[in-house]
């Protein structure tokens, strides 16, 4: 029988991974972190028995969650990262050249610990525009006062450590942590995941009642949940849409490379929902 994972995400339905090995496993004092080396993605990240990242695919999810909020900001210098403690959202972020500062308040070590040593092409760790620190993102946010040009959340699925990283009063705290022109963006699961719907639901309805725009955006990863996957973008000022931004992306991107996902159209067609993905955010 080969070794297999498995993460049912809806009743008796789900994921299904070809194993090698497993490399690396360990109950921190927050959650299980596993590391297993698979058939086809290259080594794989689970948190609780659900897929974190794996080496063949995280480049879309990350890329996505981080160019996505940038290019919208006109000018970010100073990023705050919540969770995303494998590295690679901060990896794309310092390819930035405007990025000079970023905090990644990752709330396990033991999730640090194990990409650096298992992922190890995942994580920019030595760049010296990086600082990571190991608190819980909610209380940092609570106590910062250097405002933030933008804030990525990437945390885990709405159970367990993360589930706070969903609620209203969390982005409260975001907003109030963004500069004037300050833009955010979160991970807000899978649309074809019924049980992630209120969570989904509670996100949107926040940044649409704190932030002057807010739009969820989609991107296709094949080892997340259903494959297709939402994004929030919040910002206080800058239209993700507009032709500001799309010129923005368009001249910077060369200075971004390389990238797999990411693109100055697939930034604009990301934003386009099917009407059964606008219903379960629609008020
Ligand atoms: N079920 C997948 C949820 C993914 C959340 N974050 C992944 C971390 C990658 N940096």
Not at 81 to 97: F, L, Q, S
Not at 194 to 209: L, P, T
Request: some cysteine; aromatic content about 12%.
């Amino acid at each position: 029988m080969p070794l297999l994972y498995n993460e049912f995400y809806n009743a008796r339905t789900g994921l299904t991974i070809g194993l090698k090995k497993l490399l690396f496993s360990k109950q921190s004092q927050y959650q299980l972190v596993e590391v297993y080396e698979t058939d086809t993605w290259g080594n794989l990240m689970t948190i609780d028995g659900m897929v974190m990242l794996s080496e063949r695919d995280e480049f879309v999810y990350h890329e996505m969650l981080s160019h996505v909020g940038l290019f919208t900001h006109p000018n970010p210098e100073r990023v705050l990262i919540i969770g995303g403690g494998d590295g690679g959202t901060a990896r794309e972020v310092m390819k930035h050249p405007s990025v000079n500062h970023v905090d990644m308040v990752e709330i396990d070590k033991t999730v640090v610990d194990a990409s650096k040593e298992f992922l190890p092409d995942v994580g920019d760790f030595n760049n010296p525009k990086l600082n990571v620190l190991y608190e819980d993102g909610i209380a940092f946010i609570k106590n910062t006062t250097d405002p933030y040009d933008v804030i990525i959340i990437d945390g885990s699925d709405p159970v367990g450590p993360a589930e706070g990283l969903f609620e209203k009063d969390f982005f409260e705290l975001c907003q109030k942590a963004l500069n004037d022109e300050g833009v955010l963006t979160a991970q807000t699961e899978s649309p074809w995941v019924e049980s992630y719907y209120s969570s989904m639901k509670k996100v949107f309805h926040a940044i649409d009642d704190l932030f002057p725009v807010s739009k969820m955006y989609l991107s296709f990863i094949p080892l997340y949940p259903a494959g297709m996957w939402s994004m929030a973008c919040a910002s206080k000022t800058e239209n993700p849409l507009s032709d500001a931004v799309y010129n923005r992306i368009t001249n910077g991107i060369d200075h971004i490379k390389p990238l797999k996902y990411y693109n100055a159209d697939l930034h604009k067609g990301a934003f386009a929902l099917p009407n059964f993905v606008a219903d379960v955010i629609e008020r």
